[in-house]
């Protein structure tokens, strides 16, 4: 059987690096590119890439993926900053490319994945929610992509389900001091010397509160998540959004 045909962009960063690695060590697949900044996109396509693991950061990605799918590359995307327009842009370029296929996984671990899931289960339940996460002090956005996307699916949950705003008589204070408001949710972010990525959604109801609670302790946890998205998104065209579709979670 042929290997698969992976090459990693971000290549020399932290989840990249050891992308690298988990790449090179999986029997069904080959590194055929590793890409740092500055590293001609040519690369990819004289490699004969299938698909291109995105772990670079928001200013880039976007003309690193618009390349990809020019050339039939498929994506496996980790990179954060996704907003409305970002997205729209990139179903604009899969139309173009329609047996292209892309994964966006706001996050690839298995844990911060059944977090997203437990959180959007709870959500209706109680008439408070928060999130914190917290993260080494080198990420450069914030909140954290993952924090985001939780916070949407708590939202989505919330509105589904007719829930009230959550109750909050700040009436005074400092700028910040309440979080950035994600749909309604607000979302606090850490950054602290000695983490890595971590996450928790604070629910609370009357006379109860619930914490479901993700810590990342190191980057492998982020790997097979990364593998599976490559395995599957090669028969997988379009646009998909979150592991959780590859994961049969339900
Ligand atoms: N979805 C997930 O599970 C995870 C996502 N991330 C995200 O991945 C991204 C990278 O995170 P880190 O590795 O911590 O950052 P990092 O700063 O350590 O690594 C990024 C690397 O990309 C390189 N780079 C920048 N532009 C490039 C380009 N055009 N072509 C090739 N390389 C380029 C940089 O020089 C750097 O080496 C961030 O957006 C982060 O939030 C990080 C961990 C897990
Ligand atoms: O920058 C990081 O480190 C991480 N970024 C992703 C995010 O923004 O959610 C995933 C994980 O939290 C690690």
Redesign the pocket.
């Known amino acids: 059987m042929s290997k698969l045909r992976v090459a990693v962009l971000g290549a020399k960063g932290r989840i990249g690096s050891e992308a690298v690695r988990a790449v090179e060590a999986a029997e069904d697949m080959e590194l055929v590119a590793a890409l740092g900044r500055g590293d001609s996109l040519e690369t990819l396509t004289d490699a004969g890439a299938e698909v291109a693991v995105e772990l670079t950061e928001p200013g880039s990605v976007m003309d690193n993926l618009e390349f990809c799918l020019r050339h039939g590359i498929h994506g496996v995307v980790g990179t954060?900053g996704w907003t409305d327009e970002r997205l729209a842009r990139l179903r604009g370029w899969l139309d173009a490319s329609p047996r292209t296929g892309v994964l966006i996984a706001?996050?690839f671990s298995i844990g911060a994945v059944l977090t997203m899931r437990f959180a959007r289960q709870a959500a209706r339940f109680f008439e408070s929610v928060e999130v914190i996460e917290l993260?080494?002090p080198n990420?450069v956005?914030a909140p954290?992509?993952?924090a985001a996307r939780t916070a949407q699916l708590i939202a989505e949950a919330r509105r589904e389900a007719g829930c009230a705003p959550a109750p909050d008589a700040t009436a005074t204070g400092l700028d910040g001091a309440r979080g950035a408001d994600v749909d309604g949710v607000p979302v606090h972010s850490v950054r602290l010397r000695g983490l890595l990525?971590h996450q928790e959604v604070l629910l609370g109801g009357e006379g109860e509160t619930l914490t479901i609670r993700h810590d990342?302790t190191h980057h492998s946890s982020f790997m097979p998540g990364i593998l599976l998205g490559a395995r599957r998104v090669v028969t997988t065209p379009g646009l998909t959004f979150g592991l959780e579709h590859f994961l049969d979670l339900d």
Do not use: F, I, V
């Open positions: 954060t706001p996050n993260h080494h990420k956005d954290s992509g993952t990525a990342s």
